[in-house]
Every structure is written in structure tokens, then in C-alpha cells.
């Protein structure tokens, strides 16, 4: 299929999962201008993709192309009878979203076609998920790369985009890429959604520019490490030199990526795929906010959205902590609001968080069942392991600057001189403990004293704007929502200088143990906080908008630092794709298209296996190391290998001698001088096909290929790669 049809039926499929949720979102969203539009699309997937996962998890049906098409007519034919029956009609409002997300996903598809090699980093292995779900019929779907196995590890996104692969009929490797630029695409209209959602004014130019910005800034603007650097080489005379992934790593042992990143790297992993899912979540939060805690259409409600919460489990594990405790926090301040003695409330409370939780629980039982989180627990960050000044303000920066703002605005306005000269003297002693560490850097690292020092300000600075948010909005039942995305930002970040979870980085490499825990938690913040901080800025400009001069000042501002944030993503645009290169460049979608040029024996055979090889056979091939081409023809057909990329198998496993046993058993099977050995490990391991070709000629260059060819018939060979079939 070529790369322009591909796009046409992918968009084409996408409409149709927006007519397909429409009705539930109208419902959920009925007090939005624009009935919850944008969150119809993934609502619609989730409507027809989860029962038949469900269902296929039980044994009952199968997951196929027919099953697909089945439950796609079902969810459309529903969806088209509740349309026409309540009368629901296109508004300018949805217009304008779907033409913001047609323009989103269209300008990143030709963006990625200028590099959409499926290689690098965490690449290969989300392909071969992808392709091991293609050829699954039962869930849960076989681990690729550990046969015998199923995926331990959260596939739950991976299925919804192989769903609709399955639907069109449409290869893996064109449905990567389309994947990749259509959650982008969504996860800005969603951010843009929920902005204006908040801002409140039916029409308003400043509102819907806020939400625009707001939107845009999220997605794709960068942090000020970028920018700081730029400075910093203006100002020492040096050359700037900076790679793109660099503001991705500036937080001392960690990962401390943002949207914008991942977009350009293009990896369709779990963080990246549960954008879309997460803002969903932040907008039913929302929608729920907006019924009265004692509210008798509450619990139903409740009990709805559960099954989309707690299913973010299977497609971002960690999205789930998050989410609870946005809702359960929201739960509270309803309470609060209420009036009522906390003896009276605790009952109701308890029925919300259990509908909250139950429903959902009960739908994700299959994955649940078949998932064992490779967590040891939960440990404590030790303070000279905290995160410096320097780093800590480069990563949070912009964000900063916009709650000072808002803390200035709302202080200023109450004309309360004594907070105004406690806000002076928190920023003045931030700004003079970053000059201090940024001259002393070597000096202060790991110094305990100077780490506590800094959390103890860090800590009062948030309280204190938490505070003062609360102060402001406790008792707004309709207001305190973007507050309350501050504050659990403010708890997300300081939480991780607290806490860390146990997993393989704890247990392999204890410099980087909380590695996981600041990337997945600061992911969150970036757009709780993001929301909040466009949020504050549209209340700066509707508060000053009679002012003219003033209103100018404030919005130029705003501006000039929204360009210097997303100044970042043009950097990293023209750092991984060649759209500025004066050389010919082969455009295409297809992520796998690369391997013809650069694997061409590779990939004869691995187009040979796929049109000639049925079901999800055991085939062995060479072992390698993470994020290189190692494991390719699994990768490439979705067939189970023996072992593929050990160090990821350990971190899903939880034992590393699980996966570097099975490394060296692959090795004996290439190597052995004892057709006797090669047969037991063969037959241990349920080998049905042994593929020779320049990867196992190079990994094991004592490869004993005599007694391999003396064994089994070659059922295929051409360049000099093999396939030999075992039985």
C-alpha cells in the first residue's frame, strides 16, 4: 500500500472512531462548547477495541481481521442510530478541532517520512510487539522475544494501533509511523480541549489563544536548558553546540523527558503511546468535577470513567498512580466543599473511590492476571542523591516563571504587602543558591547540607503557592481543577526526590535507581503543571484586559517565552531529520523500508517468512544487545525467537539469569560440536526454523555450520543467508 492510500484510510479510520465514541462523549461532556469532540476518537477505539480484547483474553472469540470488521459495524451501526436519535450535529467548535488534529498529524507525517526508520533505541522492540499482537488470536500475546512467554510488560497501546492495522489492513511498519504522528496530533487537540475547557468563556479571543499556546507549548517546547545554553555560549564567546537529546538527561542519574522529544525520537513506546489516554483521564477528571460530590448521577459516572482509568494500566502502568490520586484529590475537594461533617462524608467517599476502581478492576482481570510488575517495592532517595539547583530550574523553568507570575498577579491584586516581600525573598534566595551552585557546580555535588538547604526552599516555595491556590480556589466548585493540576504537579515532582520504586535500574546499575521513577512522574508534571501554568497565564490577561499597555506587556512576555521554549523543537526537528539536506532523500511512511537498502538479504527473507510461514512459529536467531539490530527477523515478523534482547527481557522479568541463561543456550546451538546437544536444546526450546545469515555469521564467528546443514533441509537460501527448517 502506498504511503499516501495509507494515510487516507489511517485518517479515514480515525473519523470512524470519532463516530463511533461521539455519543458517549456527548454524554460525558454535554456542558462543553464542543461536546467533548476530540475525546470521541479514542473513546470510540476504546469502545470497540477493549470488548473484543476482553473477549479474546476468555478464549471466546478470536482476534482477526473478520472480529475487527465485526465489532468496527457493531460500534459504527450504535453509534449512528444514538446520533440520529438524539440529534446530535457537527458544531464549529468540532470543525475546528478535527481540522487542528487533520493539520497536526499531516505536517508530522511529512516531517517523519523524511526519517522513519524503525531502528534505535526502544524502536524494534515496540515493532515487534506490534507484530507479535498482528499474529495473536488469544490474548495475551507471545513474547516475541522469549519464547515460551507472553509479553510482561504494558501492550495495551501497541493493541489499540494493531486494532486498526487489522481493520485496514494496513502493515506494521506503515502503522508504526502513522501511529506515532496521529498521538501527537491527538494529544494536542486533547491539551488544547481541556484549556479552553477550563478557561470558561463561551467566546473569547484570549481564551482560545491561550489554549492554542498553551497547547503547542506543551507538545512541543522544550525546557530551559535549551535556550540557558544558548545564553551562556552568547556570553563566553564559545561556539553552541547542542544535540537535541541533551535536555533530556540533565537531571543527575535520570530521565527527564517532555513531549517534544519523544515526538521527534519517534519512539511508540508506553509513555509516549498513553499521552492521548492520559489527557483523556485529566478530561473526565474534569467532567466529573463538574457534578456536586453528593450528586446523585455521581456514582454512575464514576463507575463509568473507571473502565477508562484503571485500563491505563495495560498501556502505561505508571499512569494509573497518577490518576488515582488526581481523582481522589478531587474527591476530596468536592467533600471539603460540601460543608458536610467528615463522619457523614465518609461513606460516600468510600462508594466513589470503589466506583472509581471496581469497574475498571474487573475489566483489566485478564491482563492483570497475566502481568507481574518487575517493582521490588518502594525506597527512599537519600538527600545527597537529591536533585541539585542548576538542573532542577533548567528542566522546570518556564513553568516557574509562569507560577511566580500568577503568585505576583494574585498578590499584587490583594495588595498584601507582607506576601509580597515573602514572594520577593523566595525568588531572591532561588536565584542566589543558582548562581552560587552554577559557580561552585564540582564543589557542591553530592554536599548534603547544601542538598537539604535547597529541598527546604523547594518544599516552602511550593507549599506556599499551593497555599495561597487553595486560599483562592478551596470553595470555586467550578475553578479549582487547573489549582489542583499545580498542585499534584508540585507533589509529583517533590515526590520523586522522596520516593523511587525498585526495578531494574535499582537492581543492575544503583547510580541510576530512580531513573524510571523521575521519568514517568516528571512526564506527568510536564502537563499537569503546563495546564495550569496556561491557565494562569489566560486569568493574568483577562484580569488586565482593560489596560491596554498593560494587557501588550503581559501578552509580549508570554510570548517571547513560549518562542524561546519552542525554539526547541526546531532544533531537534533539524537534528533528526534531514528536511534541511541538500541530498536525495527516499520520503516514505514505511518504517521498515530501510532494511532494503541496508539489509537486503535480510529482508528477502524476512518477506519470504511472512507470505510463506503460517501462525507464530519458534524460530532461533542470533542475540544481541539493546536498541541495535539485533533480534531483526522476530522483530520484522512477529514470530518468537528464543531470546532477543536479554538486558530488556531481565527488566521485564525481573531475573537476569532468566535471559542470560537462554543467550548462551542460543550460542551452543550455533557452536556445538554435539549434533546430540544441538538436538535437546532445539527440542527444549520448541525451534522449528534456525536462521543463518550475516548477523550469526558475525555474533558467532565459530558458528559450526557443517553439522547444522547436515541436520536440517534449507528451506530457504539466496545471498548467503539461510533458513533452515527443524521440524
Known sequence: MSDTAAFIYWYGAMILMSIIGLPLAQYLFHDWRDKGYIFARYIGLFLVAMPLWLLSSLHIVQFNQLSVIIFVVAGVSVAGYLIGKRKIKLTRGMIAQELMFFIFFAVWCVIRSYNSDIFGTEKMMNLAFMNSINLTEYMPPADPWYTGGTINYYYLGHYMYVFIAKLLGISTGLVYNLALTSIIAQFTVSVYAIIRRLTVKRESFIADNAALLGAVWISFGGNLHYPYKFIESVFSGEVFKYFFPDPTRIIPFAIDEFPAYSIVLGDVHGHYISLPFFVLGLALLIASSRVAFDD????????????????MYGVNSWDIITMLFLFTAMHAVQAYQTGRHWKKLASDFVRLQLALVVPGLLLMLPYIFNFTPAVGGVGLVQFDQRSPIVPWVQMWGFFIIGSLAYASFVVLRKRERSQLGLLAAVVVVILAMFAV?????????????????????????????????????????????????????FCLIEGVEIFFFKDIFYTSNPDYFRTNTVFKFYYHAWVLWGIAVSWFFFRILTAVKGRPRLLSAVALTGFILFCMSTSYIFKAVNDFYPVNANIPIERTLDGTAWITTDHPADDALIDWMNANIEGQPVILEAVGEAYTYAARISTHTGFRTVMGWPTHEWQWRGEARLAFDRADDVRVMYTTQSATELHQLLDQYGVEYIVIGQEEYTKYQDINLPLLQSQFEPLYSQSGTMLLKVR
Not at 555535588?445 to 487553595?470: D, P
Open 296 to 311: 446523585a448521577r455521581k456514582l454512575k459516572l464514576t463507575a463509568i470513567i473507571s473502565v477508562f482509568i484503571i485500563s
Open 437 to 489: 551552585e552554577s559557580a561552585n557546580a564540582e564543589a557542591l555535588k553530592g554536599n548534603a547540607m547544601w542538598l537539604i538547604g535547597w529541598s527546604i526552599v523547594r518544599i516552602t516555595a511550593m507549599a506556599g503557592f499551593a497555599v495561597l491556590l487553595w486560599n483562592r480556589f478551596a470553595d470555586k466548585k467550578t475553578l479549582f481543577v487547573a489549582p489542583l493540576f499545580a498542585v499534584a504537579a
